[in-house]
């Protein structure tokens, strides 16, 4: 992403300073023209020899060589030849030579006619290129053009090969497509090699003017064979890559780009995640291209150690013989837009520390940019496993009783009235409903609505509430059916089999909490983080997260500013809202030791619920409006103000239990950034500020992060060397159905026996 060349010229202008030293050192200074300084001849040496760049924007490359040619002006010597090495073209996009030469995107172990080409004609490139190098201002810039000529027309037929591997992925959606459309490739271009083969030739044109032009054209860049000098030798690649690559979202890049980008780059880097940022991939680029022992410096977004775009990324990276040993974490971007941007160094084989983290030495850099905790995502804990659920997922709004009036497909309270009234028995089966929004608005987490739930019975057991099961079969059926017709699936054909079920039934859950008369439990989708308890006995709904336990110790932790931050660092957001995924966020969490049995985590965490509760019902406001205020500066009252308190005495007392009493955070005011984005109508950048949060300072989150990692890592391990390892989801082998004795005072909300 060479854009206008600010990076190549600060390297030329550091780069010579440095040569000039050297001179200087070892009393070599070469004889200076009459109208250069030994400075600006070191800059034209620089500029003929060590740099080079590329972008998929000609004018940009254009803009950067008259940045180049400003820097290395000369008053009696032409411009800086560059053309060699200032070029056009993706640099996410191409093939390596054993790539070109299995005419595949893949490595195969097949090597096609291509071989032999490939050594003679990048050798006839290379011999010309090197003459253009060592010729200095030797050589007029005219017979250097004559030279780079013979160099690309020696490479036309290797570049052409490339880009029909390329085109031929481009050209299909799945891949059995694609292999169809690279196999018709490889005849066309053997075909035409051997003999004159004008529908070989009209098919090859075609092929490559459709990947090459359109709205969205792309433009094939070939590393290996268009630098053939940089990568020869027993030691290929650059020595260093320095650059500011664009970043773009999923979203972004996809729309940015042509049909098939994303699959392109997941192909291009193995283990990498299609939502993550497109900043990610041009560090895998730059480490594919340095030598062992080189290094690169970019610049990227500040989720560059965060989820998929740190797993794509600096993961990969630094657990394949990568080692960051310098990074700012967060550098606010000089000029008007509040931009805060990650500056990562990384060098590719081993290196010894200390290295240099925010200004700090530090022993290690990881791929979160922490100090300690290690480049892996946190395994999830057998000590959590089966203690974390997401609620019941209805799929059918025949289901539910409702008169909020949202839903014509819901049946009015008052037809629950009429049918209870009418068959007492109909009770049985009818359950109180309660969501994330009936957990974050209702100041006491009460229900609005009301849901039937035949659990896992047979169509035939749920006959014996006749009245319910036609209510079921006449809205659910037929909307299932509908679903199913406009578009098929295995899990919509399921269903409509099982119409009157819930398409989930949340089995284990209930199982988990079958003693137990409440639950803790967090909306999965929440402007907070907020946790609360809730009553068994009803049926939560798939948006609602329910931890399997009635602690108050287990609330004081989970409400803490240490899950927060972890579950920040772990879920995903939407809007401002945060995710919350049990086996990201409650599954991999390294609680503090003996947490059950805490009496300090109990009593602070009994003292900040039972005032957060009675503020709530005072205020007839539910967690997202309290906690509204509770991140509002210029919130000021009394109650706002202990609530506050409470929160840091829960937060002290949490840290203490890890044993951490060194961490003193102090909760600041502090306002984020969102990604940037584009005012659709002006067509200019814009920022969009998020939300006040009281919280840690940044500092104080990665300190207490690094170490949840390190213990998440260290309890993986104990837990590996035991034996024991969290298999949810695993399929139990088939048998005999644990029977559960049932409460005979507790309705059973489905069927496990």
């Known amino acids: 992403a060479l854009g206008s060349g600010a990076f190549l010229v600060e390297v030329c202008r550091q780069l010579a300073e440095v040569l000039v030293q050297a001179w200087a050192f070892h009393g070599e200074k070469p004889q200076i023209p009459s109208d250069e300084d030994e400075l600006l001849h070191a800059r034209r040496l620089i500029a003929q020899r060590c740099l080079y760049g590329l972008d998929r924007n000609p004018m940009a490359v254009d803009l950067a060589k008259l940045s180049l040619w400003l820097v290395t002006l000369a008053k009696d010597h032409p411009f800086t030849f560059l053309d060699h090495a200032l070029r056009t073209g993706d640099s996410l996009v191409g093939l390596t030579n054993e790539q070109i030469t299995s005419f595949n995107w893949q490595i195969s172990p097949q090597q096609s006619f291509l071989r032999e080409m490939l050594e003679k004609r990048l050798k006839r490139a290379s011999e010309c290129r090197k003459e253009i190098l060592a010729a200095g201002d030797d050589m007029l810039p005219g017979l250097k053009r004559q030279k780079l000529d013979l160099a690309d027309e020696a490479l036309n037929m290797l570049r052409e090969a490339g880009d029909l591997v390329i085109a031929a992925f481009f050209s299909g959606s799945n891949a059995k497509q694609r292999e169809e459309a690279r196999n018709k490739a490889i005849a066309d271009f053997e075909s035409f090699d051997k003999k004159i083969d004008f529908q070989a030739h009209k098919n090859i044109t075609k092929a490559l003017s459709d990947l090459k032009q359109g709205e969205k054209p792309v433009l094939p860049f070939h590393w290996?064979?268009?630098?053939?000098?940089?990568?020869?030798?027993?030691?290929?690649?650059?020595?260093?890559?320095?650059?500011?690559?664009p970043f773009a979202g999923r979203t972004t890049a996809y729309?940015?780009?042509?049909?098939?980008?994303?699959?392109?780059?997941?192909?291009?880097?193995e283990g990498s995640h299609g939502n993550a940022d497109l900043v990610a991939h041009f560090f895998r680029r730059a480490f594919s291209l340095i030598r062992r022992g080189g290094t690169f410096g970019l610049i990227a977004t500040n989720t560059i150690g965060q989820g998929d775009t740190r797993s794509t990324g600096l993961r990969w990276i630094c657990t394949h013989g990568g080692n960051i040993y310098a990074a700012r974490k967060r550098y606010k971007w000089p000029g008007e837009a509040a931009v805060v941007v990650s500056v990562v160094h990384v060098t590719k084989g081993p290196l010894q520390g200390p290295f240099v983290l925010d200004g700090h030495q530090v022993p290690l850099i990881t791929a979160y940019l922490f100090h300690e905790g290690g480049h892996?995502?946190?395994?999830?804990?057998?000590?959590n496993d089966q203690k974390s659920f997401q609620g019941c997922v209805v799929v059918g709004r025949g289901f539910i009783f409702d008169d909020s009036g949202q839903d014509t497909l819901a049946w009015p309270l008052s037809e629950m009235d009429r049918l209870i009234k009418k068959n007492p028995r109909n009770?049985?089966?009818?359950?109180?409903?309660?969501?994330?929004?009936?957990?974050?608005?209702?100041?006491?987490?009460?229900h609005k609505r009301y849901v039937i739930n035949f659990g896992?019975?047979?169509?035939?057991?749920?006959?014996?509430?006749?009245?319910?099961?036609?209510?079921?079969?006449?809205?659910?059926?037929?909307?299932r059916e509908a679903l199913l017709k406009k578009s098929w699936s295995q899990a919509k054909q399921k269903r409509v089999k099982n119409w009157w079920q819930f398409s989930s039934t949340a089995k284990a859950l209930y199982i988990a909490i079958s003693d137990l008369d409440r639950v803790v439990a967090i909306s999965a989708m929440s402007k907070y983080v907020a946790f609360t308890f809730v009553p068994t006995g009803v049926v939560?709904?798939?948006?609602?997260i329910v931890i399997a336990s009635p602690l108050m110790n287990l609330f004081s932790v989970l409400q803490s500013h240490v899950h927060e931050s972890w579950v920040q660092l772990q879920s995903s957001t939407l809007e401002d809202r945060q995710g919350y995924r049990p086996t990201d966020c409650f599954e991999t969490f390294p609680f503090p030791e003996n947490v059950g049995s805490d009496a300090a985590l109990e009593g602070v965490g009994k003292v900040y619920y039972d005032f957060r509760a009675d503020l709530m019902v005072r205020n007839n406001e539910g967690l997202t409006?309290?906690?509204?205020?509770?991140?509002?500066?210029?919130?000021?009252?009394?109650?706002?103000?202990?609530?506050?308190?409470?929160?840091?005495?829960?937060d002290r007392t949490v840290l203490d239990a890890y044993?951490?009493?060194?961490?003193?955070?102090?909760?600041?005011?502090?306002?984020?950034?969102?990604?940037?984005?584009?005012?659709?109508?002006?067509?200019?950048?814009?920022?969009?500020k998020k939300p006040w949060r009281y919280r840690w300072p940044d500092e104080v989150r990665d300190e207490v992060l690094a170490r949840l990692l390190k213990l998440n890592a260290e309890r993986a391990e104990e837990e590996r060397r035991r034996g024991v390892t969290a298999k949810r989801g695993a399929k139990k082998k088939a048998g005999k159905r644990r029977k559960v004795k049932s409460d005979p005072n507790q309705i059973n909300l489905i069927d496990i026996g």
């Open 659 to 688: 044993g951490w009493t060194d961490i003193q955070p102090t909760c600041e005011f502090l306002l984020d950034y969102e990604e940037e984005n584009e005012d659709e109508e002006s067509g200019s950048a814009r920022r969009r």
């Open 255 to 269: 729309e940015g780009n042509r049909e098939g980008y994303l699959e392109w780059l997941k192909e291009l880097h």
């Open 625 to 650: 409006k309290t906690y509204n205020r509770f991140h509002n500066p210029d919130e000021t009252s009394p109650d706002i103000l202990r609530l506050r308190e409470l929160h840091d005495a829960m």
């Open 427 to 446: 009770a049985e089966r009818i359950f109180p409903f309660i969501s994330g929004e009936d957990v974050n608005t209702s100041p006491t987490h009460s």
């Open 456 to 479: 896992d019975m047979s169509e035939e057991e749920a006959g014996r509430w006749p009245d319910l099961i036609d209510m079921v079969e006449r809205r659910v059926r037929i909307e």
């Open 224 to 245: 290996e064979i268009e630098f053939p000098e940089v990568f020869s030798g027993t030691n290929p690649g650059f020595d260093a890559i320095a650059g500011n690559p």
């Open 540 to 544: 939560y709904s798939h948006n609602l």
């Open 376 to 383: 892996e995502d946190p395994k999830r804990l057998k000590a």
